[in-house]
């Protein structure tokens, strides 16, 4: 189709040839000699103007400058792609490699071995690197430190209608607390509890480590047979002594919920930490045994390993980038926060969830009460859940990684923006997503030479799932695998749906809606079988009685003596 501008040369074309000729500006030629000199169809002499020709030109060359043009953008456009894709693949060593002597002076021998330790070994794992966390850089903004406020905001009025409803039902403030006393109760149990787990972890692991590394200088029978030895008995250690025992002490002590989640947290944390410390260490061992470059393995010093137990990470190196001070207001501030998230969570509880809950177990489970129960704990689900991340993923490591002079805070990424499930499970949560990835996925990849890639996808979702489960069954003592299908079931599922390729806000919006939804149900469920269990105690139990959800069949009408029961939680 012709452009307006063809259009108008076209017409000054044929204004142009309907022009007559003067003889007597024409070179002296005959009226009856032919005006064309060739096939051109142009005008020659003076005054006369080549215009077929100039428009033909003009069009072929405007025709050709459109094609260079577009052939010139799909190449930029390639060339930008392919530089985008080649700086991403090499910003993890260029964010680790020091700069260049135009920006610093050059390194010293002793600095970049220092800097050598930062890196994983052979150039693989994970690189620590200086940089903040997310919300620190983006509460530097007013208009997301103005959301912050929001929720203090909100906290506020918890405690107010708290304080109201206490004074106009008991006529006086009510300021005892006692959710909060029984979810913490037999606390020096815990901290007892923590405080051998945690003796273990530092003395067991690091000797037999430390003993099987001097046996690997004798020959190769030998080498084998002690490996299996002191692997048999870590493995034994972490099985029985690390994992069996402190379960023991919580089940067998009936300890709360909240004081049971701390002693499972802390027991799968230090069970975390041992087994990098040994895949970290065992392969430069190995190393040494082919090359035996220098007159002993590398073993690293206990305060290397004392360290890592403390530190933000469960990836073991010998040494991190630190920071050169501590600041220690902004540790009280982290404290006070997560002292702030606790009470939050208190007001949730009491003021959303205790007295639904309460009303909801007297009625008979049936769909209806199931969807009713489902929607009305999305609010307090999804507050829950947010005040956990912020209380633990971010101010909880913060202020280790402050007291430790830990520089790399990147425990998280932007979750929130995420538009695929696949991007969420490796934003929300990137401290345990490491260790699965370099542990877990990598390790199956290699064990399997890379054959069974989807198998390995879903092993990674049974061990997180299968840990998820455990820790929540043992915490509020009744197994109900509500969050294990959720993994398995709805996890997996949104995981190949909502995957990287699906960008867009309404992408966002599908992944946050059924985020909420899943919140709703877990908080629904859990809390229905709390109190199911409390009200319908069972007399003699089976073993498959304990593994049959209660709030099936509980209704606390039928039972004679509800009446003279009182359960406050």
């Known amino acids: 189709m012709e452009t307006e501008e063809e259009s108008l040369l076209r017409s000054r074309s044929r204004a142009a040839k309907s022009l007559p000729t003067f003889p007597d500006l024409d070179g002296g030629s005959s009226p009856g000699s032919h005006p064309h000199g060739n096939d051109d169809n142009r005008i020659n002499g003076n005054g006369k103007i080549e215009v077929e020709h ?9 025709r050709r400058a459109e094609g260079l ?10 060339q930008v792609h392919d530089f985008m894709d080649s700086l991403i693949e090499e910003s993890a060593s260029l964010e680790s490699a020091p700069l260049p002597a135009a920006f610093s002076p050059p390194l010293s021998d002793k600095e970049r071995s220092k800097l050598g330790h930062f ?5 693989r794992g994970k690189h620590f690197v200086t940089r903040r966390s997310l919300l620190d850089e983006l509460f530097e903004v007013n208009h997301i430190r103005t959301i912050y406020h929001m929720f203090i905001a909100l906290l506020i009025l918890f405690i107010l209608s708290t304080f109201v409803v206490d004074f106009l039902d008991e006529g006086r403030l009510v300021l005892d607390f006692d959710l909060l006393v029984y979810a913490f109760g037999q606390f020096p149990l815990v901290v007892c509890t923590w405080l051998c787990m ?10 037999l480590f430390h003993l099987w590394s001097q046996t690997q200088s004798g020959s190769h029978g030998q080498q084998q047979l002690y490996t299996w030895l002191f692997g048999s008995a870590f493995l034994l250690y972490q099985g029985l002594g690390l994992g069996f025992l402190p379960t023991y002490v919580v089940v067998t002590n009936n300890l709360p919920p909240a004081s049971c989640f701390i002693v499972i947290i802390e027991q799968v944390r230090l069970m975390m930490k041992a ?3 040994v895949r970290e260490n065992v392969p430069r061992v190995l190393a040494w045994t082919k090359d035996k470059t220098s007159h002993g393995p590398v073993v690293p010093q206990v305060s290397q390993y004392l360290y890592f137990l403390f530190a933000p990470t469960l990836i073991y190196r010998d040494k991190y980038p630190r920071n050169p001070v501590t600041r220690w207001s902004y540790v009280a501030t982290k404290f006070l926060q997560i002292l702030g998230c606790l009470f939050y969570t208190y007001y949730v509880f009491v003021r959303l969830c205790i007295p639904q809950f309460r009303s909801i177990s007297l009625q008979l489970f049936n769909l209806r009460a199931m969807v009713l129960c489902v929607f009305n704990s999305i ?53 345990v997503h490491d260790w699965l990835y370099y542990y877990v996925y990598k390790d199956f990849l290699l064990i399997s030479q890379k054959r069974f890639r989807p198998a390995a996808m879903l092993f990674v979702f049974t061990v997180s799932a299968v840990v998820h489960e455990y820790i929540l069954a043992v915490s509020f003592g009744f197994f109900y695998p509500v969050l294990f299908c959720l993994f398995m079931c709805f996890g997996m599922m949104f995981n190949f749906i909502f ?28 809390s229905q079988e709390w109190y199911a269990r409390r009200y319908c105690p069972l007399k003699e139990s089976s073993f498959l009685d304990l593994l049959k959800p209660r709030s099936w069949s509980c209704q606390r009408g039928l039972m004679a003596e509800s009446n003279k029961i009182k359960w406050d939680y």
């Not at 890196?119 to 150039?123: D, F, R, V």
């Open 379 to 431: 609010l307090p689900g999804v507050l829950v859940l947010l005040l956990g991340f912020f209380a633990f993923l971010h101010c909880w490591l913060n202020a280790f990684a402050e007291m430790l002079r830990f520089a790399d805070r990147m425990f998280y990424k932007d979750w929130w923006n995420s538009t695929s499930y696949a991007n969420y499970y490796r934003t929300w949560n990137v401290v």
């Open 275 to 277: 087994h990098s410390f």
């Open 69 to 78: 043009k577009n052939d010139l953008m799909r190449q930029f456009e390639s």
């Open 119 to 123: 890196q994983p070994p052979h150039g």
């Open 198 to 207: 945690f003796l273990s972890v530092l003395l067991i692991p690091y000797t």
């Open 54 to 62: 100039v428009i033909s030109k003009k069009l072929q060359l405007k």
């Open 499 to 526: 995957h990287d390729r699906r960008k867009g806000p309404i992408w966002n919006i599908l992944m946050w809606t059924s985020l909420f939804l899943g919140q709703g149900v877990i908080m629904c469920l859990y």
